[in-house]
C-alpha cells in the first residue's frame, strides 16, 4: 500500500530507532493496569502477587513503546524477541491477579478446569502458528487494524494459557508447559532451517542492520526455538518439582503404616 506507515512507524535504521509515545496507547495500559491491579485487590491476593502485576504491566508496556517496537518494523527476530516478552514474562505475571486468594498449597480444580487448561493450551498454540504464518504476518504490517488484532489476541491467549497453569494440579501444569515448549520449539526449528526466507514484509528492511532476509527469519526462529525453550523448561521443571513435592506426603504415612510389620 503506497504511502502506508506500520504502527511503530516506517522501517528504521541504525541509528534512528525511537520511543513510540502514543497518547491513546499509553492511557489504554494505564486504564487496563489499574484495573487489573484493582481487580487483584479485591480478590485480596498476595502482596507479592501485586507486585508482579505491576512488573508484568510495566514489561507489556514497554514491548510497546519501547524502540523495541519500531526495530519489530525492520526485524523478524525483533517481533519474536517482543512476541517472547509479551507472551513468556508479562502474560504470567499479570495472571497472578486471577489466583485464587485463598488458594492451597497445591491447587485442585474442577474436572472441567481440566477442559478449560488444554483449550486455552490448544487455542494459544493455534493463535501463535496462525500469526507467525507468512500471510497472516506480513499482513500486520500493511495494516494497523491487523497488527493490534494480532497483539490483542496473543495476548489474551497468552494470558488464558497461564490462567489455567496457575489453577492446574502441578502433574497437568507441567503437562501443559511441555506442550507448549514443544509447539514453539518445533515452529522455531522450523522458521531457523527453512530454506527460503518467508516474510515478504522484511525483503528490504534487514541489510540496514547486517543481516540477510533469511538471517533475520533464521535469528527469529533461534529466539523462540532456543532463549524462549530454555524459559518454557525452567517453568517445567518448577512444575514437576511441585509434582513431585505433592507425592511426598502420601509416601509417608504409608510408610509409617509398613513399619510395624517388620517389628518383632
Known sequence: MAGFVPYCGAPPAPGALHWKLDPFL???????????????????????????ILFGWLLLSLAFISPLCHLSVALFSARVVQHMAITLVAAPLIARGFLPADRPTHWHGPRGADVFAWASTLGF?????????????????????????????T?????????????????????????????????????????????????????????????????????????????????????FGAALRLDAPLAAPAEENAAPLGRT
Open 155 to 239: 495476548f489474551a491467549a497468552a494470558l488464558a494459557l497461564w490462567v489455567a497453569v496457575f489453577r492446574s494440579s502441578a502433574p497437568l501444569a507441567f503437562l501443559l508447559l511441555f506442550a507448549t515448549g514443544l509447539q514453539m520449539s518445533l515452529l522455531g526449528a522450523l522458521l531457523t532451517f527453512a530454506a527460503v526466507p518467508l516474510f515478504s514484509v522484511h525483503e528490504f528492511t534487514t541489510t540496514a542492520w547486517g543481516l540477510s532476509w533469511l538471517q533475520d527469519q533464521q535469528l527469529g526462529g533461534l529466539v523462540m526455538w532456543v532463549p524462549a525453550g530454555l524459559l518454557l523448561t525452567v517453568y517445567s521443571v518448577v512444575a
Open 26 to 52: 499509553i492511557g489504554c495500559l494505564l486504564f487496563f493496569a489499574g484495573a487489573s491491579l484493582a481487580y487483584a485487590r479485591r480478590r485480596a491476593v498476595a502482596a507479592r502477587d501485586l507486585f508482579a
Open 125 to 153: 498454540a493455534a493463535i501463535f502458528w496462525l500469526w507467525h504464518s507468512p500471510l497472516f504476518y506480513d499482513e500486520t504490517l500493511r495494516n494497523n487494524l491487523v497488527y493490534w488484532l494480532m497483539h490483542i489476541t
